[in-house]
């Protein structure tokens, strides 16, 4: 253990970069678990990966905005053909999901397989460098998520429709996978959502769960100099549990104390 990783100047941007994505994708997360649709998530990041694999391919650079036209482009295409399943094949749509995920994946490794360095691409794209993000690159997508935000809280689910979900689900995503990497993506949309299901004031609590998990990883990744992003993860996963037993058992002595009187 050492106290030295435990750099404001690294871990300060990092753990802004986390209330972005925590920002968005605990509402969203929550909506994906109402609709069933849980790996859509996955499916989507790794479309929007798939775009920035491919902009590597071209030549172009990480962050010039030929990726992200490329990787909001691919999010975009993903999330509109499966609005188009999802019409079409409403009971098969999970298994949909399934096989978009896999196969943009393995088109991802196929693109990688002649890069010198497509290892390291690929595992930056799935647990991410949320350790060494620039912080002038939150800028734009803080404006992102605040336009997201706004019609996601300004309109109700239902004025947003499907078609509007499934885009403000891609852009938010795409921005968030670059940031975080494909399972951060995943864990911070589902993992607070089942802690919270069937609670009332369950955003709150989403939100809670979701901002002492990244604190608490980010604090150990840089104690014990492990990757930022599994132990992130797994810092939800304890949490998330952890707080829905604890939220359960002051519920019911409440009850039992409310009883007795």
């Known amino acids: 253990m050492s106290l030295e990783g435990l750099d404001l100047n690294i871990l300060g941007p990092a753990f802004l970069a986390g209330l972005l994505v925590i920002a968005t994708h605990v509402p969203l997360g929550q909506e994906v678990l109402a609709r069933g ?3 859509i998530d996955l499916a989507i990041a790794q479309i929007a990966g798939l775009g920035v694999i491919a902009a590597h391919s071209f030549g ?11 990787a909001v482009s691919a999010a975009l295409s993903g999330a509109l053909i499966l609005h188009w399943t999802e019409k079409l094949w409403p009971d098969i749509q999970e298994a949909l999901i399934g096989v978009s995920f896999i196969l943009a994946a393995c088109i991802g490794i196929l693109l990688l397989s002649n890069n010198p360095h497509g290892g390291e691409h690929l595992q930056e794209l799935l647990v991410g ?13 803080a404006v992102i998520y ?3 935000l706004g019609i996601w809280f300004g309109l109700a689910t239902a004025r947003i429709g499907r078609l509007g979900f499934y885009i403000l689900f891609a852009i938010s995503v795409t921005a968030s996978v670059q940031l975080v990497g494909v399972y951060l993506v995943f864990a911070t949309l589902i993992i607070p959502a089942l802690a919270t299901r069937n609670l009332k004031k369950k955003l709150i609590y989403g939100y809670i769960i979701g901002i002492s998990a990244y604190i608490i990883g980010l604090v150990l990744s840089a104690l014990f100099d492990l990757p930022t992003g599994a132990v992130v993860v797994l810092s939800l996963a304890v949490i998330a549990v952890l707080s829905r037993y604890l939220i359960i058992y002051v519920k019911k002595n409440n009850s039992s104390y409310q009883g007795n009187e």
Not at 60 to 70: D, F, M, R, T
């Open 60 to 70: 172009w650079e990480s962050h010039g905005w030929e990726v992200q036209i490329a």
């Open 129 to 141: 460098q949320i350790l060494w993000v620039n912080p002038s690159n939150l800028i734009p997508i």
């Open 146 to 148: 605040a336009i997201i």
């Open 37 to 39: 649709i849980i790996f």
